[in-house]
């Protein structure tokens, strides 16, 4: 079948190169792409959020899954439009994606269905916004209730800091995203990335990971997108997983099934592991970056047969095979991320970086010109290496860094620390 992926990130072209060894693929379009999809899919120049031009493409060539990247074109409804034109999708509906497109959704979801999470207010009045505040603790989590890319959430350690994110959230930081405001006890643990394919009644967990969220080594300096990731996380034992699913995962499906929204595709659930259990710190409807690059570095199984098992209604009767081996990846980006990244610098040594045995690297933010590869977006490139443990995943990678000659950029010399911690003792 023909399959169109939307999106451009490193997420992607790992999704891309998981589905371009499926038996049941015979061409793979990407939109719009990058210099690393290109190279397993032919990348088409379309706007994820031109929702007419993506249609009438998958009309044109016959596309029979599209498969969407993003959460800014599902949390826009093209999943909705493409279903209405008949056309099959990989995703949630509108009304299931307001998991990832309000905060507020998703917390009063998990009050009604006895879900764990961070005791919460949400606002639209400065005033009220600011009493709640004055009965509070710090630090305290202040989050625009909307999309913010990222940028939404703030962790004041001082009442005068809650104040100052409040009022500039609800003054419009965040332009439409920030109309209300989530303030939110602040949780103390290790956190977690979950991801379980959903197909509306049924949850299939995938292997766990953990990202490093902090631009700097010791997980220091502003958040990021995320700077590296390893699959399995320690922290996510067998037992922790069987409790996330039964007092997260699955009540989730069951409430959003209820509401006459169920949902379909993959839920990505960021958690807190505290003391006294697993909690929902927040969701994502769709797959992780960069954990999805470390996940399907493990898989299996056939990726596409999974996604149509997920959007046809029959994960009960499917299962996912994973690697015993660890995966770990390490984001290269353009210096100035996350602030101002500089863009077009070339980057040098990626086939000498690409023969490191267990190495594959995933394309985050790349174009080509010629036969010159140019950084084109912060992160960049994600370096992911395999291995019997952790460590030696980590080493693959470091290893294939080495080789990669790019002054115009940087990254993290300690992914995987945590992991590595743990199997020292
Ligand atoms: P979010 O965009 O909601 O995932 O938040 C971004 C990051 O802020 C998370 O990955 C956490 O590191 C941190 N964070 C968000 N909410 C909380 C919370 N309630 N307690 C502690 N940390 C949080």
Known sequence: ?????????????????????????????????????????????????????????????????????????????????????????????????????????????????????????????????????????????????????????????????????????????????????????????????????????????????????????????PNTGGMGAYSPAPVMTAAMTERVMTEIINPTVKEMAARGMPFKGVLFAGLMITATGPKLIEYNVRFGDPETQVLMMRLKSDLLAALLATTDGVLKTFDMRWSDDAALTVVMAANGYPGTPQKGTEIKGLDLAKAVPNVEIFHAGTRRDGDRIIADGGRVLNVTGRGKTVKDARDAAYAAIAKIDWPGGFYRKDIGWRALERQKT
């Open 1 to 221: 079948m023909n399959v169109l992926l939307l999106g451009s990130g490193g997420r992607e072209h790992a999704l891309a190169w998981a589905l371009s060894a499926s038996p049941l693929l015979t061409k793979l379009f990407c939109a719009p792409g990058n210099a690393g999809i290109a190279e397993v899919a032919q990348c088409i120049p379309l706007d994820p959020a031109n929702q007419d031009s993506i249609i009438e493409f998958c009309r044109d060539e016959r596309i029979e899954l599209v498969v969407i990247g993003p959460e800014a074109p599902l949390v826009a409804g093209l999943g909705d439009a493409l279903g209405d034109a008949g056309i099959r999708y990989f995703g949630p509906t509108k009304s299931a994606a307001q998991l990832e497109g309000s905060k507020g959704f998703t917390k009063d979801l998990c009050r009604k269905a006895g879900i764990p999470t961070a005791a919460y207010g949400r606002f639209m009045d400065l005033d009220a916004a600011k009493t709640y505040l004055a009965s509070q603790s710090v630090p305290i989590v202040i989050k625009a209730d909307g999309l913010a890319a990222g940028k939404g959430v703030v962790i004041a350690e001082t009442r005068a800091d809650a104040e100052a994110a409040v009022e500039a959230c609800l003054g419009g930081a965040f332009g439409a995203a920030g109309a209300e405001v989530v303030i939110e006890e602040f949780l103390v643990g290790e956190e977690a990335s979950f991801f379980a394919l959903c197909d509306g009644v049924t949850a299939l967990p995938l292997a766990s990971a953990q990202d490093h969220k902090r631009v700097g080594d010791g997980d220091t300096g």
